[in-house]
């Protein structure tokens, strides 16, 4: 899984963010579960940054995010993110020279009901119907139970 945050900064921190994103990086790759990470500029607007780390999964990612380091150094760079989602799964990639094998496929994660109530898009679902958040077991056809007088 890709986890990233972007930064649109005002031109009196852009010195002091580099090093102050890279220790929040460094911070980062001392959680379990951590793969790779990286803190990149924009090339056209180089106000724009972003801190991309790849992870295990989810979980490594979310436990990653509240240890005590990351949260005191990420912290105060948190006043410059930009409201965007941040964690992806990946679905294809290439490691290596193009051509080589081709790009891998991955099977998504999530399930095909599965809805996220917290999500900003979750009032739409899959099919353009609104999504419904449902509690575990709900919407099952319970036959089996027989029908009780009240």
Known sequence: MIAQIAFTLPPSVEADFRAAAG???????AA?????????????APRSWLLVTEW??????????????????LTPLLAYAVDAPGAFEVLAAVD???GIGGPASF??????DDVDPAAPD?????????????RPGAGRDHKDT?????
Do not use: K, Q, T, Y
């Open 107 to 112: 099977a998504s994660d999530r399930a095909v």
């Open 32 to 44: 379990a579960g951590f793969r790779r990470g990286r803190v990149a500029r924009a090339l056209d």
């Open 56 to 73: 295990d999964g989810p979980g490594p990612w979310r436990r990653a995010l509240s240890g005590f380091d990351v949260r005191r150094i």
């Open 146 to 150: 027989p029908d009780r007088d009240l």
């Open 96 to 98: 290596g020279p193009a």
């Open 23 to 29: 220790e929040a990086l460094g911070a980062l790759a």
């Open 122 to 134: 979750a009032d739409a679902g899959r099919d353009g119907h609104p999504a419904v958040a449902r």
